[in-house]
């Protein structure tokens, strides 16, 4: 717990450490926020898009546990769509301090974290996301570096946050969607740590330690037991858990299952081994990768070189044709974001194929398939095809977005015949907006 000392006492062990070390004493970790007493609230207010004339509802209230509920309703009526709380403005200075460390439980949707700094108290602030798993406590480490300035929801031009300047941290909930939110925050803090603990967003909180790699960090989690399997089919478990750093977008277990029946025992077979090892290097980015990179960079190229995009839509971070689950769990080789569908690599043939080639193919192989009662080998094709246009260049960032709804509609769906028509129909409109733009390239 946070201690408290009467101004004289304070005054004097400051002055004693300053006479002992000429430098200030900092922590390796200081409290931003704690919530253990009532007057804990006593900083804080909420500010919501009723400033801009929207109705969203937004407050806090403290719990008997000791933790702070940021909870309320977003509405984009009248144009707003955001909520928040912040406190009020105080010398923090974390000079010195590397990251912010948030622990909290979440309802599923992303929520950003605020920083502003001295004389920026208005709509500008340094933010980062902090994405939550539906009931699931995390504790998330946010670089400094990753905090980025902006205002009324938009990027302004780069300015690195200076960490001295810090006066205020906040939350925000702007996701464009909708509806009840709750976030129960437990505490912030500010660290100096190279690397601190993280959870991997289920349940039971898997603490990553220095010196675990990518595949420890994945054994421990217990939800991984297909993608380590695999990895240790395709001989790469090795450099999982090698020096690195490595970013591995992981899909689970449950996502694994998405897959046609069959499909997970067939790649584990020896034959299809070389198969195998390219969708499993489809998930593996070198480098590390946090969320906010990604986003900043909008994607990514994967060591099977193939371009997986991430784009922040319709209040979910979304990575190739998968949604993000947990974001940032730390190893000491590399970064883990689990994702929630495994990203099948196009085939050699699409990639030599342009993206016109590539829906006339499925749609020549799909529609015999369908006609002979297969309904549901011809979804899984078009499917696979989907996300395959999604990594393609060619493929613009409008059809992207159309693609992608396609396969939301599809997955929502349970009958393979209405999964089917919806995603010929996307695959449809893709091929006429993408040929218009091949004849006016060519003209």
């Not at 407050?59 to 008997?64: C, D, L, N, P, V």
């Not at 976030?183 to 690397?195: F, G, N």
């Not at 478990?237 to 997970?264: I, N, Q, R, W």
């Amino acid at each position: 717990m946070k201690q408290y000392y009467t101004s004289r006492t304070w005054m004097l062990t400051t002055a004693l450490a300053g006479m002992l070390t000429q430098a200030p004493l900092r922590a390796a970790q200081e409290d931003l926020a704690t919530f253990e007493t009532a007057d804990s609230l006593k900083p804080w207010t909420s500010v919501n898009d009723g400033v801009m004339g929207g109705v969203s509802k937004g407050g806090f209230k403290r719990t008997e546990q000791g933790t702070l509920i940021f909870s309320g309703e977003l509405s984009l009526a009248n144009n707003g769509g955001f909520a928040s709380i912040r406190t009020e403005e105080r010398k923090l200075d974390l000079s010195g301090m590397s990251a912010i460390v948030v622990k909290a439980r979440g309802d599923g949707r992303t929520y950003w974290v605020d920083l502003r700094v001295a004389d920026q108290m208005g709509a500008s602030s340094y933010r980062a996301f902090l994405p939550t798993t539906a009931g699931a406590w995390q504790e998330t480490r946010i670089p400094l570096a990753d905090f980025k300035l902006q205002a009324f929801g938009r990027a302004l031009p780069f300015k690195a946050i200076n960490p001295a300047a810090v006066s205020s941290v906040g939350f925000t909930l702007a996701d464009k969607k909708a509806g009840s939110f709750s976030l129960e925050i437990e505490s912030v803090k500010a660290t100096d740590e190279k690397a601190a603990p993280a959870t991997d967003g289920k349940a039971a909180a898997t603490v990553t330690k220095s010196g675990t790699t990518l595949v420890d960090v994945a054994t421990a989690a217990g939800g991984f037991k297909i993608l380590l399997a695999a990895a240790t089919a395709a001989e790469l478990a090795g450099v999982l858990a090698g020096e690195g750093p490595l970013t591995v977008l992981a899909p689970t277990d449950e996502a694994f299952a998405k897959l046609p029946a069959g499909t997970v025992d067939s790649l584990l077979k020896p034959e299809n081994r070389e198969q195998l090892v390219a969708i499993l290097k489809n998930h593996v980015i070198a480098g590390r990768v946090t969320l906010a990179k990604a986003l900043e960079a909008r994607e990514g190229t994967t060591l099977q070189g193939s371009k997986i995009p991430v784009s922040f839509t319709a209040g979910r971070v979304r990575i190739g044709s998968a949604t993000l689950v947990t974001a940032d769990i730390a190893a000491s080789n590399g970064i883990i974001h689990v994702i929630d569908r495994v990203l099948i690599p196009a085939p050699p043939e699409a990639v030599a194929s342009s993206p016109t080639g590539l829906i006339e193919l499925a749609i020549k192989r799909g529609v015999p398939l369908f006609n002979k009662g297969d309904v549901a080998a011809c979804a899984a094709l078009y499917e696979v095809t989907c996300e395959a246009l999604l990594v393609m260049n060619e493929v613009t960032e409008k059809s992207r977005k159309e693609l992608g709804k396609s396969l939301m509609a599809a997955r929502a769906e349970s009958s393979p015949r209405k999964q089917a028509w919806i995603l010929r129909d996307g695959l449809d409109r893709a091929w006429t907006r993408l040929k218009k733009s091949e004849v006016a390239q060519v003209r």
